[in-house]
């Protein structure tokens, strides 16, 4: 019944956004093995439509990572998709402006950016699972294009952070 009290008081507030290009842009950040007893990192990312948030999710990730490119670069590819479908869906109801693509990542760690834009494998990112490297296809098709942030400004952040 709340949801329902919700929706009857809020049905007049709404998005709205001029006849301009929707910028869609998604910030990424992990903690490296954050808790200690499963060694498990914590992946978090936050989508922004012309500044305002519009997707945040974080969780922990089900594969231990050895080392931060690592949990990086996991948590990097899991965005990514997200955004990819947000595109979609907002071009699908044809009532607003296209995309400005590619739709920009930003993460805070050179070398998994560097690791999402190679093609090739190294002897560092072999044991990578491939299902991950949809980062790398998407880069190269031009759906998405990573960027760096500084640590500071990087939006994906506070979801690290407890609320008390």
Known sequence: MTILKYMRRTK??????????????????????????????????????????????????????????????????????????????????????????PIVIFCDNNRAIAQAKEPISHHRSRHILRRYHLLRDMVGRGDVRMDRVNSAKNTADPLTKPVS
């Open 12 to 101: 007049d507030i709404f998005l709205v956004y001029d006849d301009g290009e929707l910028i869609l842009e998604g910030y990424s950040y992990a903690s490296f093995q954050l808790d200690d007893d499963d060694a498990k990192s914590q992946s978090r990312f936050v989508f922004k439509l012309n500044s305002g948030v519009v997707a945040w999710k974080s969780f922990k990730k089900d594969t231990t990572a050895d080392f931060t490119m690592k949990t990086e670069y996991i948590a990097a590819s899991e965005g990514p998709k997200e955004a990819v479908w947000m595109k979609n869906y907002i071009q699908e109801l044809g009532m607003v402006p296209n995309i400005v693509e």
